[in-house]
């Protein structure tokens, strides 16, 4: 069975730091794309961060552009995002996903092959 398990999340304050980390089993993802979604209260899921195969190309949302760094470990089936200068705006529960694919340049919820359950990231001001 395959599961994606994050943690990390929790409650800082603003300008602080978290890293989630995304646990995957079941199988192997070193050939899927990987990346975060996040849900704020009352919104729509939208796309965070994401990062191909290898870890050589990643991608952000504008809003966390040069914030927010992901990455993997292929050999621990693991994706990371530190998350520095956290800003109240970006409280939600964050979502890893993996997409059956290299390439990450088009990461869309609706082509997301696997999800994990989430982890709430709490900013306060």
């Known amino acids: 069975q395959v599961q994606m398990v994050e943690s990390g999340g929790g409650l800082v304050q603003a300008g602080g730091s978290l890293r989630l980390s995304c646990a995957a089993s079941g199988r192997t993802f070193s050939n899927y794309a990987r990346g975060w979604f996040r849900q704020a209260p009352g919104k729509e899921r939208e796309f965070v961060a994401a990062v191909n195969w290898s870890g050589g190309s990643t991608y952000y949302a504008d809003s966390v552009k040069g914030r927010f760094t992901v990455s993997r470990d292929n050999a621990k089936n693991t994706v990371y995002l530190q998350m520095n200068s956290l800003k109240p705006e970006d409280t939600a529960v964050y979502y890893c996903?993996?997409?059956?694919?290299?390439?990450?340049?088009?990461?869309?919820?609706?082509?997301?092959?696997?999800w994990g359950k989430g982890t709430l990231v709490t900013v306060s001001s």
């Open positions: 996903a993996a997409k059956s694919a290299y390439s990450a340049s088009e990461f869309k919820a609706n082509d997301m092959t696997y």
